[in-house]
């Protein structure tokens, strides 16, 4: 549901192609860094649409978020997992965001802050209603952890689109990443039309245009008409 007041932000947008039926693109370059927010409370005003990248330390998120806005260093990335420790946000354009969470299952933290963390991420996905969809990040070796899994379910629950990328696929040959491709759309079949699953790689650039026409359809306020 969107939520705009008087103020409604005006929408610059790309047209991909010619054809009618084809939405219009938002233009990810422009993504910048807007806040760090420890909780919810810090976060920016709860009005337009983002989409939020979730998923296991270590998988890519930072990596495929820099990848998506073509920007080296936009979100910052890391060897070492939990890098990202707090909700950061990425203004695209006025009402437009995209949001780098910090990662699940890092152990190298003492258990209160952990529990803290939860707390915090259990919150912004609960009650953000300009929570549009997860980008749930899983290494293409290592798909459908626990927390993954779980992420889904609670997906389902709320009825909230997910897209799994299957990232680090540069690690693979084409065929095993084809494989797991197909065994993660199938173990998830459950979501319905709520999953979309595709192979990428940060490395390679492998799948960004799936993931930018994926967000767009996310991320755009309805058209008013389709007339040219
Ligand atoms: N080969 C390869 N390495 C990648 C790819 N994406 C990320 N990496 C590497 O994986 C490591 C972790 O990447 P990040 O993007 O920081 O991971 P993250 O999920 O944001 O991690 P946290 O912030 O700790 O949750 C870094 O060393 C990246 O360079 C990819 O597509 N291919
Ligand atoms: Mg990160």
Redesign the pocket.
């Known amino acids: 549901m969107w939520h705009y007041n008087q103020s409604a932000p005006t929408y610059n947008l790309t047209q991909s192609s010619k054809h009618p039926m084809d939405s219009a693109k938002i233009n990810f370059q422009r993504a910048k860094y807007t806040i760090s927010a420890p909780s919810i409370k810090q976060c920016p005003e709860d009005t337009g649409a983002e989409v939020a ?1 979730a ?13 998506l806005a073509q920007q080296n260093k936009l ?11 707090l909700i950061n946000f990425f203004e695209i354009q006025p009402g437009v965001r995209i949001v ?5 299952g ?1 152990a190298k933290v003492p258990e209160r802050m952990k529990r803290e963390w939860q707390k915090n991420m259990s919150e912004y996905l609960e009650k953000r209603k300009s929570l549009k969809a997860i980008v749930l ?1 899983m ?1 293409v070796r290592h798909p459908l952890s626990e927390f993954d899994r779980m992420m889904c379910d609670w997906a389902l629950d709320v009825d909230m689109p997910v897209h799994i990328l299957l ?5 693979l040959k084409r065929g095993p990443a084809q494989a797991t491709l197909h065994k993660v759309k199938k173990e998830m079949a459950h979501l319905g039309d709520l999953l979309t699953v595709q192979t ?5 650039k ?1 799948g960004t245009v799936i993931l930018q026409n994926q967000l767009s359809k996310w991320l755009q306020p309805p058209q008013e008409s389709e007339e040219a």
């Open positions: 990248f998923g296991r330390s270590n998988a890519g998120k930072s990596s495929a978020l820099n990848t979100a910052r990335t890391s060897k070492t997992p939990g890098r990202t420790q780098d969470l910090p990662g699940y890092f990040v290494d990232t680090k696929s540069d690690k990428f790689s940060s490395l390679k492998d």
